[in-house]
Every structure is written in structure tokens, then in C-alpha cells.
């Protein structure tokens, strides 16, 4: 949960000062590529995470990785989320980032959940319906599950609509559950 809520804070700052420097795309380059490589590789978090890390080698360590990788204004947001201790929420702050940037030029990302892969016809109609329901440009992220027993579940903008086959059976016995037999 604070790892949310500092990524929207930041992220939303982030989207702020790129624009105000004119270098959305390139700040949406670098940070998702900055964020993607600090998922893979955590040692640069565990390093800058480290308490008995001094604050001053951590701006060092920052600027030998950095400086010549990212914008100034990007280098600086570094700087200041190492002298806030928020480094660790950067993969974090980059992906939100990158939802808020594609929110901007009109992206969205949903997700659809099934038992099994769905056909290219199907998954165009659901970014063609999703689209006209939202105004959106959809990217569609798929996802098995096979508890969900049959039909799917799509998430789009922390919404959920569900059209499993399993909330329907436990929709069903709730209601059933609540009949008075006598």
C-alpha cells in the first residue's frame, strides 16, 4: 500500500516536471528502461537501501550510474529521491510513470484472465469493445488461470469485470444460501 501511494506521489511529480521541461518521451524512454533493469538487477536497491551506506556515496554511486544515461532534470529527480529515501520505490515509480504517460497520450492497459489462450478474433473484439467503451487505445496483457473454471475476468483501470464462470457459481450459492426453505 505505501509503495502505491509514494509511486502515484512521485510519479505524478515526475510527469510534472518532464513536461515542464518538454521531454515526456524521453523521460518515459529512460525511466521505464531504468526501472525494467532495477527489476532484474537489485543490487543497486539493496545499495542504496543500506543504512550504513553514507548518504554522500549513495549521491556518488547515483551519478556514476546516471548522470550521463538520463536528462538533467531526471538525474536531479534521482538525487532527490535518494535524499528523501525513496530509492527503493523507483521500479515502483517507474511503472506508474509509465501508466500515467500512456494515460496522457490516450493508452491503456488491461488485462484478461482465462482458462485458456483466447483466439486473435476474440482478442479483437475485446480491445475493439474495450476501446469504444473507454476512448482508449488498448494494450492487452493475457493471463491463464484455470481456477477461474471458464469464461474471464477484465481488469482495466483497477476495475474488474468479472464473467467467470466461478463468480457466477458463487454468486449463485450466496443467493441460494439466502432462501428460507420451510
Keep these: 500500500m505505501l509503495a502505491q501511494q509514494v509511486a502515484k506521489k512521485y510519479a505524478g511529480a515526475l510527469l510534472e516536471l518532464a513536461n515542464e521541461h ?4 524521453k523521460a518515459w524512454d529512460q525511466f ?12 543497486f ?23 550521463t544515461r538520463l536528462e538533467k532534470p531526471l538525474f536531479n529527480f534521482m538525487l532527490f529521491l535518494a535524499r528523501k529515501r525513496r530509492i527503493a520505490f523507483l521500479p515502483d515509480i517507474a511503472d ?6 500512456k494515460a496522457e ?14 483466439s486473435d478474433a476474440e482478442r479483437k473484439r475485446l480491445i475493439e469493445n474495450l476501446t469504444r467503451k473507454t476512448s482508449f487505445k488498448i494494450e492487452l ?21 468479472d464473467g467467470s464462470i466461478k463468480y457466477g457459481l458463487d454468486q449463485l450459492k450466496n443467493r441460494l444460501m439466502k432462501v428460507r426453505v420451510h
Design 22 to 25: 518538454n521531454i515526456l518521451d
Design 32 to 43: 521505464k528502461s531504468v526501472g525494467d533493469y532495477l527489476k532484474k538487477e537489485r543490487t
Design 45 to 67: 536497491l539493496d545499495i542504496m537501501s543500506a543504512p550504513q551506506v553514507p548518504d554522500e556515496a549513495k549521491e556518488e554511486l547515483i551519478g556514476k550510474v546516471f548522470s
Design 96 to 101: 506508474e510513470f509509465d501508466r500515467l504517460v
Design 105 to 118: 497520450k490516450g493508452i491503456a492497459r488491461a488485462t484478461c484472465i482465462t482458462t485458456t489462450r483466447i
Design 141 to 161: 496483457d493475457e493471463k491463464i488461470d484455470k481456477s477461474i473454471v471458464g469464461g474471464m475476468i477484465v481488469i482495466l483501470h483497477n476495475k474488474i469485470i
